[in-house]
């Protein structure tokens, strides 16, 4: 058998490989399949070019146009040249709508910016201070208390209850400027894959189904999908932190 009989033979290994991280990973791009297999990117994305395998493709999000004659807090942007190097340091809160049968299930979520992981969860059919504030109270129940608290200038997030449970938990709070999404674009970028792989909302027959969608996506997020900065899930990514942090103490 000659190079590139063997070379083809591999190539077609890898193909299939490729084909079966897909079926449960779509939107993964060539980096993730590579993580996930343990092959070198490279060869990943020549095998894909190869036999013309696309992954989906993310839609980007509209600004929020809104957003724009809103009245700024004031409040600045504290953790915009911050690089936290461990857990629990600095979260990032932002809520997002789903449309769903004629009304809109509304969804808050916070993350932890090191491990990005999903800590803290709400859902609703209103959009107010109660959504945003139980999304914090229930990644307090589990995580221990951040130095820093970041949104963006919502009224939500900028409620007196919001900022009672920051003051009552000494959490500094952080703000993105006016109309810059970006500030806050660790929350922007999970609700864009958030959205993009969410099942089709048509699926669902009552909103309980759909709530539970919800959670299993955000488990999913946590524990299965690869992040591309981490090169793994942000679970493990957390648990590494922690076993490497446990060993130090004993050396």
Known sequence: M????????????TRDMIKDVLKANKYYGHKRIA??????????????????I??????????????QNKADTNIPNLIKTMCPLAPNIIWSCDFTYIPYKGIFIYLATVLDIYTREIIG???SKYHNADLVTKALIDALSKEEIPIYVHTDQGSEYTSKQYIDLLKA??????????ASPWENGYQESFY???????EDIKTFNTTEELIEAIYQQ???????????????NPVLYKQAYFSNNLVRQFI
């Open 169 to 178: 938990n000494e959490i500094i709070f952080s703000n993105s400027a006016k």
């Open 218 to 232: 955000i488990y999913y997020y946590n524990n299965k999908r690869i992040h591309t900065a981490l090169k793994t």
């Open 121 to 123: 969860v709400s859902i």
């Open 54 to 67: 696309v992954a989906l493709k993310l839609k980007k999000k509209p600004n929020k146009k809104e957003d």
């Open 2 to 13: 000659c190079y590139e009989q063997i070379q083809d033979e591999k190539d077609r290994e």
């Open 192 to 198: 864009s894959h958030f959205k993009e792989e969410f």
């Open 35 to 52: 993580l996930e297999l343990g092959v070198n990117k490279k060869r990943i994305l020549r095998v894909m070019k190869k036999y013309n």
